[in-house]
């Protein structure tokens, strides 16, 4: 059934910054279509979530890694409910840290397809319809490691460091076409239940307590600066901004907290 909403599109939905951030541009007038890779009961209780709210929204199961599940997605999408007006490519590739000896080939080259590779085969199957109409938004979660590389982040530094180039490879192409390309740079620990918390396991309480209430981003207060980004007029778009919470060490300094890297700072994993 066709939405007469405009479309945001989120490929990596999960109850973090991905379900914040449908659930922000619902309660804002779009139809949010949610993707994520597994755990349907999460995925319908998000969209139940925002229908409860008084937002329109759907989902669906996605392998974003798997040959044409993202293009698929995208043209059943536009072709099912409505041209896509606003997509959030919001999957991370975040392994934990591992030694080179420890990075076998295929794991460098899954971060590779996750990270970087999604974002390309989104933008191909979505800016030509987006570029027909002089308008769209693609806005790109991503990470500390793309623009430093820290030891033991072998696969991911390179897969998001090539996320960044692309969005900026992107932008110069389609911007004077009418899409804007947005870059987020989460350069901090995020408050979510699918990837963060999950990964520190018995950990995450002693980290939430060191931290404090402002030291961990709100991935709920963060989707107000992926609306922001989504709305801002033709003469004042913004290409790339760099998010933390105000007692982070910033990613251009030369001595970060060991214990914030240590424990996922920044890493596009806690993007679902």
Request: aromatic fraction near 6%; hydrophobic fraction near 45%.
């Amino acid at each position: 059934m066709a939405a007469t909403k405009p479309v945001f599109l989120v490929i990596g939905a999960g109850a973090g910054i991905g379900g914040h951030a449908a659930a922000r541009f619902a309660a804002g007038g779009y139809h949010a279509v949610l993707a994520r890779r597994s755990d349907e009961e999460g995925l319908a209780r998000l969209v139940g979530q925002i229908e409860a709210a008084g937002g329109s929204a759907s989902g669906t199961l996605l392998n974003a890694a798997e040959d044409g599940a993202i293009e698929e997605l995208v043209e059943r999408t536009q072709r099912d409910i409505g041209p896509i007006d606003c997509a959030l490519y919001n999957l991370g590739a975040q392994i934990g840290n591992r030694s080179l000896e420890d990075t076998p080939h295929r794991i460098f080259e899954l971060g590779w397809r996750l990270a970087c590779f999604g974002v390309f085969r989104l933008a191909h199957a979505m800016f030509p319809a987006m570029v027909a109409r002089g308008k769209g938004t693609l806005l790109v979660t991503s990470a500390t490691a793309a623009v430093r590389g820290n030891a033991g982040q072998h696969s991911h530094a390179a897969a998001m460091g090539g996320r960044r180039m692309l969005c900026q490879t992107l932008n110069a192409e389609f911007a004077p076409k009418g899409v804007h390309v947005a870059h987020v740079v989460v350069d901090g620990p995020v408050r979510s239940p699918d990837t963060l918390v999950k990964l520190l396991g018995d950990k995450w309480d002693a980290f939430e307590a060191a931290k404090g209430a402002d030291g961990i981003i709100d991935p709920a207060v963060l989707a107000e600066t992926y609306w922001h980004l989504a709305q801002q007029p033709k003469n004042c778009w913004t290409h790339e901004l760099d998010v933390r919470p105000y007692s982070d060490v910033p990613w251009w300094n030369d001595n970060p907290d060991p214990a914030i890297n240590a424990s996922g700072r920044g890493s596009a994993g806690p993007k679902t």
